[in-house]
């Protein structure tokens, strides 16, 4: 039994969740949402939206930072959640602006350990993912299904660690959805992430992209 247990959000209760970790765009994400706002809140330095179906988690960066906000939305009645972010490439035929659905994600975090020490790797729950990959097909819109590994140091991704990486069969990366993955297989309820690629990481050098502001509207909007 853990000593401090996370506290329910008054009228924050909804059954989904949709977890926006950053904003790159200038308020192009928060503006598919601002006219469905019903009630706002800050959250650990994050900020938390009502809507009428879901509440939107915005703005919370990394593993720990993710999880503790999504602790408490789990007590407050969440049994899904929806990832909609950004990640790097690994590989370069997946391009920058290719969009991914996680099927996988592998720990690099430090927190997914804490609630499952032995294991390194955590799956999307099928029922969740194959409700977005069936709105993303019934909308025409091309997707990739991929094994992304989540980590806490995007500064020290090394041409050694990349080598390693891509010889586990992982093709992206970011800093959430494995720890949020964990989190989901020990509440037992259900998470997927469905992310842009926004830069690929090569063994000598990195390429950033730049706007994807027409793929954030067209894929975002599905599903806010």
């Not at 990832?83 to 690994?90: A, E, P, R």
């Not at 019934?138 to 090394?158: C, G, H, M, Q």
């Not at 494995?178 to 509440?187: G, I, T």
């Not at 259900?190 to 992209?209: F, Q, T, Y």
Request: glycine share 4%.
């Amino acid at each position: 039994m853990t000593i401090i247990k996370p506290q329910p959000i008054k009228d924050f209760k909804r059954d989904r969740t949709v977890f926006i970790p950053y904003e790159p765009y200038k308020g192009v994400i928060q503006n598919l949402f601002k006219n469905k706002i019903i009630k706002s809140s800050s959250l650990y330095n994050s900020e938390i939206f009502l809507l009428s179906d879901k509440v939107i988690l915005f703005k919370s960066i990394g593993a720990s930072q993710s999880v503790m906000c999504l602790e408490r939305l789990i007590a407050s009645g969440t049994k899904e959640i929806i990832i909609l972010g950004f990640c790097g490439s690994l590989k370069e035929n997946i391009r920058i602006g290719s969009v991914v659905l996680a099927y996988e994600a592998y720990s690099q975090e430090g927190t997914s350990k804490h609630y499952f020490p032995n294991e390194t790797s955590f799956k999307a729950r099928e029922k969740l993912f194959s409700e977005v990959k069936n709105t993303l097909e019934k909308n025409n819109l091309p997707y990739l299904i991929t094994k992304i590994v989540s980590t806490d140091a995007p500064f020290r991704e090394t041409s050694e660690w990349l080598n390693e990486m891509i010889n586990l069969g992982i093709e992206c990366v970011d800093m959430e959805t494995s720890a949020v993955y964990a989190l989901a297989q020990f509440h037992k309820i259900s998470a997927v992430s469905l992310m842009i690629v926004s830069d690929i990481l090569k063994k000598d050098n990195w390429i950033s992209g730049s706007s994807y502001t027409e793929k954030v509207i067209k894929y975002f909007s599905l599903f806010i």
